[in-house]
């Protein structure tokens, strides 16, 4: 796959509390979740390690996925890193789980909670769009 920026979409399906690398612990509630990344080498690698269920973690997504089903993809291609800009669109309307997945960045967050599927994968969608990116859904492949 070629380079680009994806948005995991999560779902927990009850209130879990995770120890998240350096973040330390961390609730998440039953719910939906977007966790924004990008990928300059190619989306086909790093979206195959996030949905191994057993993995080294080298980021706080791998945390939640080894807990979490991946439900849904969301893709664009783009050879500039263009996370950021998803991430802030999504944060204007959604609640985030701050200092996740923003390590390298000076965003609040990389990754929003919704109760509701629907509204997570429109917002998401709207997102990208108002990024100026056109968004592929994807369904991943059964782990």
């Not at 996370?83 to 967050?109: H, I, M, N, P």
Request: positive net charge; contains cysteine; glycine residues 10%.
């Amino acid at each position: 796959m070629p380079p680009g920026t994806y948005v995991l979409i999560l779902y927990v399906p009850y209130d879990i509390q995770l120890k998240i690398g350096g973040l330390g612990m961390r609730s998440f509630e039953r719910g939906y979740y977007a966790y924004v990344g990008s990928a300059l080498s190619g989306l086909g690698g790093r979206i195959a390690h996030h949905l191994r269920k057993e993995k080294t973690t080298h980021w706080h997504i791998d945390y939640l996925t080894m807990r979490a089903a991946v439900v849904d993809l969301v893709v664009a291609e783009s050879s500039t890193r263009r996370e950021c800009d998803v991430a802030k669109e999504l944060g204007k309307s959604l609640q985030g789980v701050r200092g996740f997945g923003s390590g390298d960045c000076r965003c609040t967050c990389h990754l929003f909670y919704s109760p509701s599927y629907h509204e997570l994968l429109e917002r998401v969608v709207k997102a990208f769009k108002s990024c100026g990116l056109k968004p592929i859904k994807k369904i991943p492949p059964n782990r």
